[in-house]
């Protein structure tokens, strides 16, 4: 089955310092990648996504993560946070196998709280 | 706003008592999922439909648990005899079938707490 890791439960950063979340997943022959941040008591927002190609993938907000596929990791980076990144980000991954081709669901990670300090 | 949709937002019912949600998907989007989210945790698969047929139910979805979609379109979440550990903020998704560009939206979610 799936997993995500996402070791740092909650990360404190200072207003306009670089951030790097970290998500590591569970090997599988074919992986779609994803981080979604969730404010308090709303549903998940896409922050951004890979699929294939490039590595390296840009997001919204000034997010972006890159893909390495040797250590079945993708971290999501900022170069400098704002107040308003205050959330939980999660690491989600579609993966599959031969054997589960087609594979439709998400497997998230535990989250990770982001805490700005002014 | 066309997004999705979740209605009620928020529930409490007493142990023992049934419950149904609803889900109303972006419109043009055929696929529909259900996802439970503890506190502390990652959001967890439920089950998830292709149209009206639904393609997968996880271990989690206990015999308590039926989801339905009768015509493709808006879907319901229904718990019967509800247990404390249902408790949990439950969150539907859509997306479209387009594997070049395959993103689930989620809703806001309703948060059921079981008393």
């Known amino acids: 089955a799936q997993s995500v890791t996402q070791l740092d439960s909650q990360v404190p950063v200072f207003e306009e310092a670089p951030v790097e979340l970290r998500c590591n997943y569970s090997?599988?022959?074919?992986?779609?990648l994803f981080w979604y941040v969730q404010y308090p008591n709303q549903g998940l927002q896409l922050l951004l996504k890979y699929l294939s190609g490039s590595t390296l993938v840009k997001g919204i907000n000034g997010f972006e993560a890159e893909f390495n596929k040797s250590q079945t990791s993708f971290h999501l980076r900022k170069p400098s946070v704002h107040i308003s990144d205050t959330a939980e980000y999660f690491c989600?991954?579609?993966?599959?196998?031969?054997?589960?081709?087609?594979?439709?669901?998400?497997?998230f990670g535990t989250g990770t709280r982001l805490t700005i300090i002014p | 706003d066309t997004g999705v949709s979740q209605n009620p937002r928020h529930k409490i019912t007493k142990r023992g008592q049934n419950v149904t949600f609803r889900c109303d998907p972006i419109?043009?989007?055929?696929?529909l999922y259900w996802y439970r989210q503890t506190l502390g945790q990652g959001p967890e698969f439920l089950t998830y439909?292709?149209?009206?047929?639904?393609?997968?139910k996880s271990r989690l979805l206990s015999d308590r648990f039926s989801a339905e979609r009768p015509k493709g379109s808006f879907s319901t979440l229904e718990i019967q005899r509800t247990e404390q550990g249902d408790s949990a903020m439950y969150l539907c998704?859509?997306?479209?079938?387009?594997?070049?560009?395959?993103?689930?939206?989620f809703g806001q979610g309703t948060r059921l707490t079981v008393v």
């Open positions: 419109s043009e989007h055929n696929r």
């Open positions: 439909f292709q149209n009206e047929a639904q393609l997968e």
């Open positions: 989600a991954v579609r993966g599959w196998e031969i054997s589960n081709f087609g594979n439709e669901k998400l497997t």
């Open positions: 998704a859509s997306s479209l079938e387009v594997v070049e560009n395959t993103e689930a939206f």
């Open positions: 090997s599988s022959v074919s992986v779609y």
